[in-house]
């Protein structure tokens, strides 16, 4: 059964940083397409960023050169690091499976909290 | 910068059929968007209902259904259902390794 269980969301202060996970299992993280979506208090889903089974990453405008993604595959583990946090950064971050890859089915984790304040 | 485009809300009588729609502000949807279709409901994480344009995933009824039409790509509800009152999110391909979603549709049924 494929499982994604997101942490390390949190309350930071403006210009922080915090690092998200996602841990992984029913199937390994390095041979799948993996994403982060957001989604702020009240609005939409935003995608944030993916990376790609042979390893190259792509990011949303809204956090290209602040935010980096990245996978432990000895711990089969997906990572989002985030810098220079902003208040429109605050929203639920929600770790993704095969997200719109062309004859797979996406699978969702449940989501962690990230709050930007101060 | 180009928007993907949802009717912000719908409403929709038990038993009825609606179709979502997911545009472009500049252009045509087309299968080489690889449109996919998500449900939320609230305090939920989303699902995914359809990838690829029209495939299911597991599990979801057969009353939903992808397609392209005309210039958008569409979600088709077929006999709606009481526990079908959701968000509804489409996400679309935009070449570069970029994905992005619509703002959503708000489906009533009532």
């Known amino acids: 059964e494929v499982q994604l269980v997101e942490s390390g969301g949190g309350l930071i202060q403006p210009g922080g940083s915090l690092r998200l996970s996602c841990a992984a299992s029913?199937?390994?993280?390095?041979?799948?397409?993996m994403s982060w979506v957001r989604q702020a208090p009240g609005k939409g889903l935003e995608w944030v960023s993916v990376?790609?089974?042979?390893?190259?990453?792509y990011y949303a405008d809204s956090v290209k050169g602040r935010f980096t993604i990245s996978r432990d595959n000895s711990k089969n583990t997906l990572f989002l690091q985030m810098n220079s946090l902003r208040a429109e950064d605050t929203a639920v971050y929600y770790c993704?499976?095969?997200?719109?890859?062309?004859?797979?089915?996406?699978?969702w984790g449940q989501g962690t909290l990230v709050t930007v304040s101060s | 910068q180009t928007v993907v485009t949802q009717e912000p809300s719908f409403s929709v009588s038990p038993g009825g059929t609606v179709t979502l729609t997911c545009g472009l502000s500049?252009?045509?949807?087309?299968?080489?968007?690889?449109p996919s279709w998500y449900q939320q409901t609230p305090g939920q994480a989303p699902r995914t209902l359809i990838y690829?344009?029209?495939t299911r995933s597991s599990g979801v009824p057969d009353r939903f259904s992808g397609s392209i039409l005309g210039n958008k790509a569409a979600l088709t509800i077929t006999g709606a259902q009481a526990d079908d009152e959701s968000d509804y999110y489409c996400?679309?391909?935009?070449?570069?390794?970029?994905?992005?979603f619509g703002g959503g549709t708000k489906l009533t049924v009532l």
């Open positions: 993704a499976r095969d997200l719109g890859i062309a004859g797979r089915v996406g699978y």
């Open positions: 029913g199937f390994t993280v390095s041979s799948n397409y």
């Open positions: 990376i790609y089974s042979g390893g190259g990453t």
């Open positions: 500049s252009g045509s949807v087309s299968t080489d968007y690889y």
């Open positions: 690829s344009t029209n």
């Open positions: 996400m679309l391909y935009m070449g570069s390794g970029i994905w992005v």
